[in-house]
Nanobody, 120 residues
Framework: VQLQASGGGSVQVGGSLRLSCAAS????????MAWYRQLPMKQRELVAG???????RYADAVKGRFTATRDNSANMLYLQMDSLKPEDTGVYYC???????????????WGQGTQVTVSS
């Protein structure tokens, strides 16, 4: 099982980016998919998380600007980021709680991270 994140880049203040995360491999079920970010000199923090019931939670700093969506049929997670600010600059990671085929335990997986840079 692996997670592959893509879609980062550089934009100016007020711009938009869309991140994608693809989960692949021997996947039986995905319970939670989430986006985290690590801002410069700070610990990794939750940006948005979606349970398989489609319940979505956002960090206060991104509410109203970021939208997380999930395509369960394709094991995909997206993050639409609008009205970007310089303080959104950082490395964004996707995360998922996955039960592999043939397994009984849930494992926590991380993508490789994608850089988002917002310049003024």
């Amino acid at each position: 099982v692996q997670l592959q994140a893509s879609g980062g880049g550089s934009v100016q203040v007020g711009g938009s980016l869309r991140l994608s995360c693809a989960a692949s491999g021997s996947i039986s079920e995905i319970k939670l998919m989430a986006w985290y970010r690590q801002l410069p000199m700070k610990q990794r923090e939750l940006v948005a998380g979606i349970r398989n019931s489609s319940e979505t939670r956002y960090a206060d700093a991104v509410k109203g600007r970021f939208t997380a969506t999930r395509d369960n049929s394709a094991n995909m997670l997206y993050l639409q980021m609008d009205s970007l600010k310089p303080e959104d600059t950082g490395v964004y990671y996707c995360n998922a709680h996955i039960r592999p085929i043939g397994g009984h335990l849930w494992n926590n997986y991380w993508g490789q991270g994608t850089q988002v840079t917002v310049s003024s």
